[in-house]
């Protein structure tokens, strides 16, 4: 239930996430996320801007609290909580600033959703970016625990884009391997760069392909521990028959005791603290992304019919996502 | 202080600011603000879009709490906390939404401030629009009543906009009359058109120049007994011959016993629930639209050497933003 001072926090929360916003794309994050104090000399070279100009922006995160400094000329420190302003700045910029074309041509995605559709597209990297920032905590955490748990020496992860979460996996399993399979050639780039930066890159197979595609040729998915699929399986269930083909080929080329683990949504969710964010999240997949989410049920469903044994479902801290375990 | 249940709401104001501004832009706030309950049919009629489409946003914003419907086919009434919702989302649409091209380009306004500014403006429909949401609680509570408890005969509103500001005063006081100037050819029409509407045009004048040219042609400010200049000054004092012409030109055409009121924003507010905004506020004005904000005693000596001879500054509801009452 919102409170009665969620007006009072409401500028902190902009602002914040405003700031954060300017940071990514000043190219300040890696500093933010290094974990040590960095100097201003540093954020210089970072962001490629002069010193005068950059310390403008390192005084305003300073004010904000974003930043501490111990001394005028003193080296800066992110604040403790900067992993939690991050994940709070993560819905606001998800909402408002990756959705941008469907807000602005809102009307015309209402009227005409194909057209809307092909002329007005999201920014792959804010869509990239803002996702990240509400999975650190929104989702990440649970699915990490639930893979991990399971200590699966070979995972295969669908819709991986840029690999982070198969990436931090194999530094988890030192002795697993990997399949990251993604529709963007971008992505896959990046998360074969990724890999060898982590030096995973040994244990790690990048496959630039459609999920859909794995129902003709389902060779990635071969002798998989655990399949997963984080925010991929909505799109795909659009279509039914090839849905149930995918989920099909998972099943039959799952390892003995292996599971298909999906992170997805659910729609309109109508418990406090879920609602608002679960009803924007339904309406803008609906509306401007021609993507009707299963319920809870018609999720589980789906895997039953597939074959799986056993599925449960959890509900993840994003508002309206859900982590289903669907068990050969 | 940013409290540890913060990131529980961070969500809720993300989607319901997203849905405000989805439903702005399809011409839904007439229908939010009328105060009455409201037909699917008048939606799809305000909105232009088709029946079932409407629809789909009424479905979302029902889900998130904003609005509320009796029954699955009944009309529906705007949530009692509509006027907070609002104003939370104020603050993410103006600074997410309203300064987009200062987020989008914030390293090119770092590098090459003039440039930038020249290349990618603000949406000033969005500006205004984000403004008022903040206002409404914010800033025009205070400001309204400052000057009604006034009673001023005769108000000059420098930067007047739309006439919003003036409009509500007019309508306050039934015998008082109005003098909007705006630099804005667009705003001062709609001001023409909301003075009509609101059948205040025989008291109001409304004149389509600078604040800068206040200083050789000062008759608009005539017999004023209130001068009131909301966020306008802040760009005026840049240049501070200019400013000292007007705030002199302001105090010489004040009537006897009048006063200037001047709402505006002072520089990186140091308390908790003010320096986010504050802070970024500041920031945004200095890096990307070239303003210096004043300090506090800065303003304060800005009005005494212009001659005023009583001078009181009053924290409003918008972090960062002051009330200065300047009398002659």
């Given at each position: 239930?919102?409170?009665?001072?969620?007006?009072?926090?409401?500028?902190?929360?902009?602002?914040?996430?405003?700031?954060?916003?300017?940071?990514?794309?000043?190219?300040?994050?890696?500093?933010?996320?290094?974990?040590?104090?960095?100097?201003?000399?540093?954020?210089?070279?970072?962001?490629?801007?002069?010193?005068?100009?950059?310390?403008?922006?390192?005084?305003?995160?300073?004010?904000?609290?974003?930043?501490?400094?111990?001394?005028?000329?003193?080296?800066?420190?992110?604040?403790?909580?900067?992993?939690?302003?991050?994940?709070?700045?993560?819905?606001?910029?998800?909402?408002?600033?990756?959705?941008?074309?469907?807000?602005?041509?809102?009307?015309?995605?209402?009227?005409?959703?194909?057209?809307?559709?092909?002329?007005?597209?999201?920014?792959?990297?804010?869509?990239?970016?803002?996702?990240?920032?509400?999975?650190?905590?929104g989702f990440y955490p649970g699915v990490l625990s639930e893979i991990i748990s399971r200590k699966p020496r070979h995972i295969v992860d669908l819709g991986s884009g840029a690999g982070a979460l198969l990436i931090r996996l194999l530094t988890e399993l030192?002795?697993?391997?990997?399949?990251?399979?993604?529709?963007?050639?971008?992505?896959?780039?990046?998360?074969?760069?990724?890999?060898?930066?982590?030096?995973?890159?040994?244990?790690?197979?990048?496959?630039?392909?459609?999920?859909?595609?794995l129902v003709d040729d389902p060779a990635p998915l071969d002798g998989a521990d655990i399949i997963h699929a984080g925010f991929v399986m909505h799109d795909v269930a659009q279509h039914p028959e090839v849905f149930a083909g995918v989920l099909r080929a998972?099943?039959?080329?799952?390892?003995?005791?292996?599971?298909?683990?999906?992170?997805?949504?659910?729609?309109?969710?109508?418990?406090?603290?879920?609602?608002?964010?679960?009803?924007?999240?339904?309406?803008?997949?609906?509306?401007?992304?021609?993507?009707?989410?299963?319920?809870?049920?018609?999720?589980?469903?789906?895997?039953?019919?597939?074959?799986?044994?056993?599925?449960?479902?959890?509900?993840?801290?994003?508002?309206?996502?859900?982590?289903?375990?669907?068990?050969?």
């Amino acid at each position: 239930m919102i409170s009665s001072d969620v007006s009072d926090i409401a500028a902190d929360l902009a602002a914040n996430a405003t700031l954060l916003e300017i940071a990514e794309n000043v190219g300040l994050s890696p500093l933010l996320d290094r974990g040590t104090p960095f100097t201003l000399a540093e954020a210089t070279t970072a962001t490629g801007v002069p010193e005068d100009r950059a310390a403008l922006l390192l005084r305003a995160m300073s004010a904000a609290g974003l930043l501490e400094r111990d001394a005028e000329t003193g080296p800066f420190t992110p604040c403790a909580e900067l992993a939690d302003r991050r994940y709070e700045a993560g819905y606001l910029s998800w909402s408002l600033s990756a959705n941008r074309p469907y807000i602005d041509h809102a009307e015309r995605f209402l009227r005409e959703p194909d057209a809307a559709g092909r002329q007005h597209q999201r920014d792959g990297r804010r869509v990239a970016v803002s996702s990240r920032w509400i999975g650190s905590r929104g989702f990440y955490p649970g699915v990490l625990s639930e893979i991990i748990s399971r200590k699966p020496r070979h995972i295969v992860d669908l819709g991986s884009g840029a690999g982070a979460l198969l990436i931090r996996l194999l530094t988890e399993l030192p002795t697993s391997t990997g399949v990251a399979l993604d529709l963007s050639a971008g992505a896959c780039e990046e998360a074969e760069r990724a890999g060898r930066h982590a030096q995973v890159d040994d244990r790690l197979t990048v496959v630039n392909r459609s999920v859909e595609t794995l129902v003709d040729d389902p060779a990635p998915l071969d002798g998989a521990d655990i399949i997963h699929a984080g925010f991929v399986m909505h799109d795909v269930a659009q279509h039914p028959e090839v849905f149930a083909g995918v989920l099909r080929a998972c099943r039959e080329h799952l390892a003995d005791g292996g599971c298909l683990v999906v992170t997805d949504a659910v729609p309109y969710v109508d418990r406090p603290g879920e609602r608002a964010f679960s009803a924007l999240f339904s309406y803008l997949h609906e509306s401007s992304m021609d993507v009707r989410l299963p319920t809870e049920d018609r999720w589980c469903e789906h895997f039953r019919q597939a074959g799986f044994s056993e599925v449960t479902s959890t509900a993840l801290g994003m508002p309206g996502s859900r982590l289903f375990v669907a068990t050969r």
